[in-house]
């Protein structure tokens, strides 16, 4: 372990006059960190994210610090019993060591009405965020995001969850689980614009429980998108619906892995994942694996992926009509990437426009 | 071919220990240098051959298993005989095969007289071929299909030009192993221009408990020639573990086509770890139709690099993972160069907790302009122990492309079970012909004589234990 980061783990603790266990699960933490980062070869910077900037508006909804939590003596067990119960523990992986060891902020969101909206902004720093929706609860949750953060989601029996959320930040790394119980619904639709890493994890935990997720990316220059999104099957009549659409420009590359796994247990489960990808220029690139791992025979899953060009006859027949090439290739895109946005986003419909018409700003495409 | 394929297929084909003990030389289990030599010199190789054997132990031994996929670490590589030459000399005729060899093919259903239908076709017998035969055209043709010890004899010039060229060592462990230890295997050699109009058929079997069996096979089309090479493979069931890795390595020069037609059928104790990879020259045109039946693990990824412009592949597959089977096979297309085309049609059915994985990788490099491939795999689950998976992959590098890929799992549906029912037909006949509607694509592709014996197979396998 680096000696200069295990200072740095425990002055940060100090200023956040945390209690010993947790500086004590930083440095655990760090050592997780270290270990994975001397195997993998990479090493993140702390540095590089930067301070956090997080605005929060609520309306319904109430936040309060991991902080707040531990000064008051009667919610203190809950909140430490939470903390370390959670899905993303350092094991998982070499970012979410990272963040664990490094964060500098921890949020409890939760509604306090049947129905609560939130907006959440956060370009940079490092945070955990835990988003606790009770029984019946429905949160709707706008969110532009950047930094390093780690986000759960814990929906209890018919809770539901409408997240729309925009991706803009330098350099993003986005660690994302939501755990469903009986009934309960998340919708996720969330729009990539720059270069971003994200790990989705979802697991239907409770009958009835639905997933759908729909991921757009609009991206260009020296952008690298990772995204991959895990859904795991639990418990009977799950239903889970991945689509994934999404330009690369210029020397853009974009990967979007998506799993779907569906366990001996949950019969009569639904699963569809599809992935389509568009390469605008020469020297951009993209990788999809819509992948399944089906455990039992009552089951209805399918999956579709294409990548490819803009269709010629398409741009033809714009142009025939009168729109300047690059006016036709972007009502393509913008018809492409349509389809993919559920009927009432309103959201990211407008920042969706922005980006595209941003792509031939920069440069013209042929 | 016409024999009797339940025979194949049910367990307790047992040979007498008399028969077993009358190869000729057996090496003893495990693998170290001196197995090697000793199998380099008992075939009288020469030295290059030794090297390349040698180079490639020191590969197998440095390289870790594959850290994917189903599970190897049971294979005892230790407790396996390398090596295992049933007769002296090779037997060019029918009526001087030995006896004992020939009850083998008569219990696993091959008469005689199939020699009289299927002119042309080397068996294997254990590691080496014990008869083949070519039809005199062919020869005149200057067509050369023999088993790859001959090859190696009579031709050494062709297979040192291409052996290794196509899959190194290197490329993964069990490569390495088999190019240390190979033996046997089929050498197709067609000429510029003559294009051979009855499919080359080899059948490869095992027979000695522990026995691995390592067989190399080179096919190489040059230009404008076309030929089409069937496999089927069978095994008598053993209780121990076997292991089956062959190497495959098929060279399709410009304009020439290869077909490649394998059913696999191991007895459900092997491992059957084959790499099989082809390149397509320009307008050359590779299928690989690959049938996967037997095994306890099978883990086999058809490779096409699409190197010339204008190149097309074909795969298509079938999976069947019935009981304790682990079937985990899938295609891969490299687009290198423009106007390539890679179809591939993958279809699985799993039962009894088998478990069938499609694991493919479609990559369409830089330069590879008007690229189009399209991949389908569909998977069916007949019942809730069994399992399917789908890893997929697409690389794309180039933006002047067409790829699509689409994929399906599930049960036989119930209106169709009571679609038939409600003709007249009882359940497990129903369910067993929609599994044969479910195969049609891959069926319709093989020899009628396979389409026959396969269908047999599909209908056996689904209706026991079914209703």
């Not at chain 1, 991706?167 to 639709?189: V, Y």
């Not at chain 2, 407790?79 to 060019?92: F, I, N, Q, S």
């Not at chain 2, 076997?242 to 020069?253: G, K, M, Q, Y």
Request: aromatic residues 8%; hydrophobic residues 40%.
């Amino acid at each position: 372990m680096n000696n200069m980061e295990e200072k740095e783990v425990i002055s940060l603790s100090k200023d956040l006059n945390e209690p010993k266990w947790l500086l004590h699960e930083r440095l655990r933490s760090l050592k997780v960190y270290s270990v994975l980062s001397k195997d993998i070869g990479k090493a993140l910077d702390a540095e590089t994210f930067g301070t956090p900037d997080t605005n929060v508006s609520l309306a319904g909804a109430r936040r309060d610090s991991l902080h707040d939590f531990l000064e008051d003596p009667r919610r203190k067990d809950i909140a430490k019993s939470f903390f370390i119960n959670r899905f993303y523990r350092p094991e998982k992986s070499i970012e979410s060591a990272f963040i664990n060891a490094f964060f500098t902020e921890c949020n409890f969101f939760a509604p306090e009405k049947e129905s609560a909206t939130m907006t959440l902004t956060r370009k940079h720093g490092i945070a955990i965020d835990f988003f606790i929706i009770l029984a019946r609860a429905n949160l709707g949750l706008n969110s532009d995001s950047g930094g390093a953060s780690i986000s759960e989601y814990y929906l209890s029996d018919n809770a539901s969850l409408f997240q729309s959320s925009t991706i803009t930040g330098k350099h993003s790394l986005l660690l994302e689980a939501r755990i469903l119980q009986n009934d309960a619904q998340a919708k996720l639709n969330h729009a990539f614009f720059s270069t971003a890493k994200k790990t989705n994890n979802t697991l239907l935990n409770g009958e009835n429980s639905k997933y759908a997720e729909s991921l757009l990316f609009v991206t260009h220059s020296h952008d690298r998108l990772d995204v991959s999104s895990t859904i795991l099957h639990a418990s009977k009549s799950t239903d889970s619906t991945l689509t994934a659409k999404g330009v690369v420009k210029d020397n853009a590359v974009a990967t979007v892995n998506s799993l779907a796994r569906i366990s001996h247990e949950s019969q009569g489960s639904k699963s569809r994942l599809s992935t389509h990808a568009m390469i605008l220029t020469p020297g951009a690139k993209a990788t999809v694996n819509p992948d399944f791992e089906i455990l039992n025979n009552d089951v209805i899953a399918s999956h579709s992926a294409s990548v490819g060009e803009i269709n010629e006859e398409q741009l033809f027949y714009l142009m025939s009509r009168g729109f300047s090439r690059d006016k036709a290739n972007q009502l393509i895109i913008e018809g492409f990437l349509d389809s993919a946005l559920p009927e009432g986003e309103k959201a990211l419909r407008g920042k969706l426009d922005a980006a595209i018409s941003a792509l031939y700003k920069s440069s013209s495409l042929k | 071919m016409f024999f009797n394929l339940t025979y194949r297929y049910k367990p307790g084909i047992m040979m007498s220990q008399r028969n077993l003990d009358q190869h000729s030389f057996r090496s003893s289990k495990g693998l170290d240098e001196e197995i090697i030599r000793r199998i380099s010199s008992i075939k009288k190789e020469p030295e290059w051959m030794l090297e390349f054997r040698l180079n490639a132990f020191k590969i197998f031994n440095a390289k870790k298993l594959q850290s994917w996929g189903p599970d190897l670490s049971k294979i005892n590589l230790n407790d396996l005989h390398y090596y295992v030459r049933p007769t002296e000399k090779k037997e060019a005729d029918w009526s001087k095969v030995p006896e004992h060899i020939k009850n083998t093919f008569d219990k696993i259903g091959i008469p005689e007289a199939e020699r009289k239908f299927l002119a042309g076709s080397t068996a294997q017998y254990e590691s080496e071929a014990v008869y083949s035969n070519l039809k005199k055209e062919w020869e005149s043709l200057g067509v050369i299909f023999k088993d790859m010890d001959s090859a190696l004899r009579e031709h050494p010039e062709i297979v040192k030009k291409y052996l290794g060229t196509l899959v190194p060592s290197t490329d993964n462990k069990f490569a390495a192993l088999n190019s240390a230890v190979w033996s046997g295997g089929s050498f197709v050699y067609v000429p510029k221009g003559v294009e051979v109009q009855i499919p080359l058929q080899t059948y490869f079997r095992i027979n000695t408990q522990n026995m691995g069996q390592f067989e190399r096979t080179l096919i190489i089309a040059e230009e404008g020639s076309s030929v089409h090479y069937v496999e089927g493979c069978s095994a008598v069931i053993y209780s121990a573990a076997s292991l089956h890795a062959a190497v495959v390595e098929v060279f399709a020069h410009k304009n020439s086509r290869i077909r490649y037609t394998t059913i696999q059928n191991w007895s459900n104790n092997v491992y059957n770890l084959v790499t099989k990879r082809a390149i397509a020259n320009e307008n050359a045109v590779v299928e690989w139709i690959d049938g996967n039946i037997g095994s306890k693990v099978s883990m086999k990824y058809p490779t096409v690099i699409l190197k010339g412009e204008g190149a097309r592949a074909d795969v298509i597959s079938i999976a069947y993972a019935g009981k304790g089977q682990i079937q985990d096979t899938g295609a891969r297309a490299i687009h290198l160069a423009p106007n390539t085309k890679s179809k591939i049609i993958s279809k699985s059915i799993s039962k009894n907790g088998g478990q069938s994985s499609y694991r493919g990788s479609v990559k369409i490099s830089k330069g590879a302009v008007n690229a189009t491939s399209s991949v389908r795999c569909d998977a069916l689950i007949l019942d809730k122990e069994s399992r399917s998976d789908t890893y997929p992959k697409i690389e794309v590098d180039e933006d002047k492309v067409s790829l699509a890929h689409e994929a399906t799992v599930g049960k036989i549906g119930e209106e169709q079970i009571f679609y038939l029912m409600s003709r007249g037909l009882p359940e497990n006949e129903a369910i067993s012909m929609i599994v044969l509607g479910f195969v049609e694509s891959f069926t319709k592709e093989l020899p009628m004589e396979y389409a026959v014996e396969l269908n047999r197979l599909i209908q056996l396998e689904t209706k026991e234990a079914v209703g």
